[in-house]
């Protein structure tokens, strides 16, 4: 059985950090595109970052640009987000996600591609 487990979530000030982890199972993900994204209390999920399955290429959404970082380790099957200089906006549910395609040359951002999702972890930004 597939299954995604966020980890690292929790309470911070403003203009501190977090490190979100993401423990895969029940498939090669090293296969994969992963990806992290977040919903906001009253809006709809949005894309955050992703990796491609070889952990060469990412993509970050404007908003996190400069601030948070993707990465992959391929053999233990989990993906971290980074998380510095955090703001109040920041504040949402972070979600893990996987590409449904193995051995994509495309990261993709879109929601509708992404196979397997976990059950998310709170991230909290006080100001």
């Known amino acids: 059985q597939v299954q995604l487990v966020e980890s690292g979530g929790g309470l911070v000030q403003a203009g501190g950090s977090l490190r979100l982890s993401c423990a895969a199972s029940g498939r090669t993900f090293s296969r994969y595109t992963m990806g992290w994204f977040r919903q906001a209390p009253g809006k709809e999920r949005e894309f955050v970052a992703a990796?491609?399955?070889?952990?060469?290429?990412?993509r970050y959404a404007d908003s996190v640009k400069g601030r948070f970082t993707i990465s992959r380790n391929s053999a233990t099957n989990t993906v971290y987000l980074e998380m510095n200089s955090l703001k109040p906006e920041d504040t949402a549910v972070y979600y893990c996600?996987?590409?449904?395609?193995?051995?994509?040359?495309?990261?993709?951002?879109?929601?509708?591609?992404?196979?397997?999702w976990g059950q998310g972890t709170q991230v909290t930004v006080s100001s």
């Open positions: 990796i491609s399955w070889s952990g060469g290429t990412t």
């Open positions: 996600a996987a590409d449904s395609s193995a051995f994509s040359i495309v990261v993709v951002t879109t929601q509708t591609l992404y196979e397997y």
